[in-house]
Nanobody
């Protein structure tokens, strides 16, 4: 069983930066595809970014390309989401997700097996 613990959310002004972290516990294998999703009030959960097990492949939703960077440190068993040039529309609860496997990236929340509890990101205008 994998438990995911997120940290790093908070309140920031538009144009600012935050870095989210996600640290799986329980299993220490790095053979997971990791993803970040977000859910704003009264909206469905949406894909933000994903990274494969080695860190060699990443992808992003169009609205965050060029502003967000997903990365992982398998030695530290941690995945990061660096968020720069934040906009008020980035305000949401951000969730870390994991799927066991050495394959490619996954974009649908239904394909991830493990989820964190979420961390709030609020961007003020």
């Amino acid at each position: 069983q994998v438990q995911l613990v997120e940290s790093g959310g908070g309140l920031v002004q538009a144009g600012g930066s935050l870095r989210l972290s996600c640290a799986p516990s329980g299993r220490t294998s790095s053979a997971y595809v990791m993803g970040w999703f977000r859910q704003a009030p009264e909206k469905e959960r949406e894909f933000v970014a994903a990274i494969n097990w080695s860190g060699g492949s990443t992808d992003y939703t169009d609205s965050v390309k060029g502003r967000f960077t997903i990365s992982r440190d398998n030695a530290q068993n941690t995945v990061y989401l660096q968020m720069n040039s934040l906009k008020p529309e980035d305000t949401a609860v951000y969730y870390c997700a994991a799927r066991l496997g050495l394959g490619g990236l996954y974009y649908s929340s239904s394909l991830y097996s493990y989820w964190g509890q979420g961390t709030q990101v609020t961007v003020s205008s």
